[in-house]
């Protein structure tokens, strides 16, 4: 079992940053692909990021490319977001998620969620 919470979420304007962090509790959090993905008003759940067991490897979506960077801590039991150049775009509520398998794009690919953090991107 893998509990997930997730905090940094804000309002920031146009162009602004910021980093999200999620915080995993137990002790095998290293044996985890770690996941990012948001879901806007009205629309579906969709991917962020995600990294592997070691951070070695990273995957992204299109449109955040360049953008935002994933990373973790394996010695923390944390996951990060930090997200740059920020478009009003990019407004959701951002979760976190733990699964088992490479790239993780998928949300069926995950077995843990966090409840969410809000980021909101004003122009």
């Known amino acids: 079992q893998v509990q997930l919470v997730e905090s940094g979420g804000g309002l920031v304007q146009a162009r602004g940053s910021l980093r999200l962090s999620c915080a995993a509790s137990?002790?095998?959090?290293?044996?985890?692909?770690m996941g990012w993905f948001r879901q806007a008003p009205g629309k579906e759940r969709e991917f962020v990021a995600s990294?592997?067991?070691?951070?070695?490897?990273?995957y992204y979506a299109d449109s955040v490319k360049g953008r935002f960077t994933i990373s973790r801590a394996n010695a923390k039991n944390t996951v990060y977001l930090q997200m740059t150049s920020l478009k009003p775009e990019d407004t959701a509520t951002y979760s976190c998620a733990a699964g088992e398998v490479l790239p993780g794009t998928q949300t069926y690919e995950y077995d843990y969620w966090g409840q969410g953090t809000q980021v909101t991107v004003s122009s």
């Open positions: 990294v592997s067991w070691s951070g070695g490897n990273t």
């Open positions: 137990g002790r095998t959090f290293s044996r985890y692909v």
